[in-house]
């Protein structure tokens, strides 16, 4: 306030007071840490721990994130303190600038990280076979590893019999599976699942056909025929062609005198 004196001496007079508010001094807020997410998922919300005080209520926040911590990005978001993470492929850094209103500053939190596991690669499983009607199949196998994601996987194989539907075989968390006798035609890959979160993308290998040929079938050759003494029988063909397998045979034919005891005919 003033006091105003009157120089003649006509007495003083004080005026009104007036108040400078001087606020608290504007103290930055702190955001969570860190966060470790799988490949291509949505990362958990990074929120402030401890707001910021002092200076001039309410506060205005912008959100920014960066690939290496250095050059920082302007988001697009609420002017909230909470920031949510959309899917990600990099491992990302965010932070949040509290601006206070009045001109009473604008303060940076720290930095919080969100590591993202690099994609999981299911690896590659050996492969196609070519099999007779029940009889044992070859056991399948990884020959390239699964990677990425925490390298901690569950292994699950899957069978399919038109490679579209597919199905989880029991007890099956090992690289390794064997069919054992095939009497169908079936596919097989297998299911990666990361340990780390249950949020985790799960990855599928190639699948591998183990195919089984029909059983073979003999055919049918023409009717047993009656002829005269030293006089030639009529050709031997088949009516009805054998079956099965790859469709590829050799044929040899036999004779017998007595329906039990067979000779080859060379020709």
Known sequence: RSIVISDFGCG??????????????????????????CYNTDGDFIITDTMPSGGHVPYS?????????????TISSPNIP????????????????????AGCGELLSNTSQVIVLP???????????FLCFDSLAT????????????????????????????????????TI???????QSTYYRMKISSTYSSNCIDRFTNSV???????????????SQAI??????????????????DSNYTYVWQYSLDDQSWIDILF
């Open 139 to 174: 056991p399948l196998f990884m020959s390239t590893a699964a990677s990425g994601g925490d390298n901690n996987y569950v292994y699950k194989w899957q069978f399919s019999n038109d490679n579209n539907n597919w199905f989880n075989l029991a007890n099956t968390n090992t």
């Open 209 to 223: 056909d183990v195919h089984v040929y029909d059983p073979l079938a003999p055919g049918i050759i023409n009717s």
């Open 228 to 245: 005269c003494y030293n006089t030639q029988p009529d050709s031997l063909s088949f009516i009805i062609l054998p079956s099965g397998a």
């Open 177 to 183: 599976y064997s069919p054992g006798f095939m009497s």
């Open 61 to 73: 926040y912008e959100w920014s994130s960066s690939t290496d911590s250095s050059s920082w990005i």
């Open 12 to 37: 003083s007079v004080l005026t009104s007071s007036l108040m400078i508010n001087v606020y608290d001094e504007f103290i930055t807020g702190s955001i969570n840490v860190t966060d470790t997410i």
């Open 119 to 129: 994609l999981v690669d299911p690896g590659y499983i050996e492969n196609d076979q």
């Open 82 to 101: 909470i920031y949510d993470p959309q899917l990600l492929q990099d491992t990302t850094y965010y932070r949040v600038k509290y601006i206070s209103n």
